[in-house]
């Protein structure tokens, strides 16, 4: 079973990642938590160079760079453990893509499919998980833990803020419009929630789909 977490920065994916991972293992269940880019020899490479700041990568070589890292994950790792009949819990997977660089960035929805498509052998998640949450309260959850004094209040924002919102609500809006269009495959859950009641949440709903 592919089980995947989506949402934006801040929305609390891998805290209940942990949580659920902590949860399946206590019940006896071989559970095998992923997130990319990374998780084989080739994928951790490419992983560096996507996180190395060095250097410069347009937004056309970044979506190649996660999807060739992603084709690795997905035939080296992903297949063969499904195809041994373990859970396997991403923390983002190619819904991230669109959202991100097709909704955010603006790149071409249809050429995005067939990267994603591609790369994944056309593996589909049987369940994804969306923690719904304002970009505002993301935000703040993210730097509520650093020393960056960040205000998010309406005409506070300065032009550099703004553009991040405006970014993070056209993610927004486009995992609003994926899950549109994927219904029977996403579970939508307010993240505003504690982080136990949504863990409840997300257990029973998983226990309802899938009683095994
Ligand atoms: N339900 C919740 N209520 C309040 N705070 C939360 C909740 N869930 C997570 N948090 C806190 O919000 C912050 C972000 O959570 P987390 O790192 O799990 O988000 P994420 O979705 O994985 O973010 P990213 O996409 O950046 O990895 C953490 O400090 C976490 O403790
Ligand atoms: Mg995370």
Redo the contacts with the bound molecule.
């Keep these: 079973m592919l089980i995947t977490f989506e949402?934006i920065?801040?929305?609390?994916?891998?805290?209940q990642i942990t949580r659920l991972v902590n949860h399946i293992m206590s019940q006896g269940v071989d559970v095998l938590s992923l997130r990319e880019p990374g998780g084989t020899e080739a994928a951790e490479k490419i992983r560096t160079i996507l996180l190395d700041n060095s250097h410069k990568i347009s937004p056309i070589g970044e979506l190649l760079l996660f999807s060739a890292s992603r084709a690795e994950l997905v035939q080296d790792v992903i297949k063969p453990a499904l195809r041994e009949g373990r859970t396997v819990i991403l923390?983002r997977f190619f819904d991230s893509t669109t959202a991100y660089q097709g909704y955010g960035r603006g790149i071409d929805l249809e050429l995005l499919q067939s990267i994603i498509s591609f790369s994944t052998c056309g593996l589909i998640p049987d369940i994804t998980f969306y923690?719904a949450i304002e970009p505002e309260e993301a935000l703040k959850?993210?730097f509520?833990?650093s020393s960056i004094p960040l205000k998010f209040e309406g005409d506070e924002l300065d032009r550099m803020e703004r553009s991040g919102i405006d970014f993070y609500r056209n993610v927004q809006k486009g995992y609003q419009e994926i899950m549109r269009l994927n219904p029977e495959r996403f579970v939508s859950i307010n993240?505003l929630?504690?982080?136990t009641v949504?863990h409840h949440h997300i257990t029973k709903i998983l226990r309802e789909r899938l009683p095994s």
């Design positions: 949402g920065d801040g929305a609390g994916k891998s805290t923390d923690l959850r993210k509520a833990k993240a929630e504690s982080i949504i």
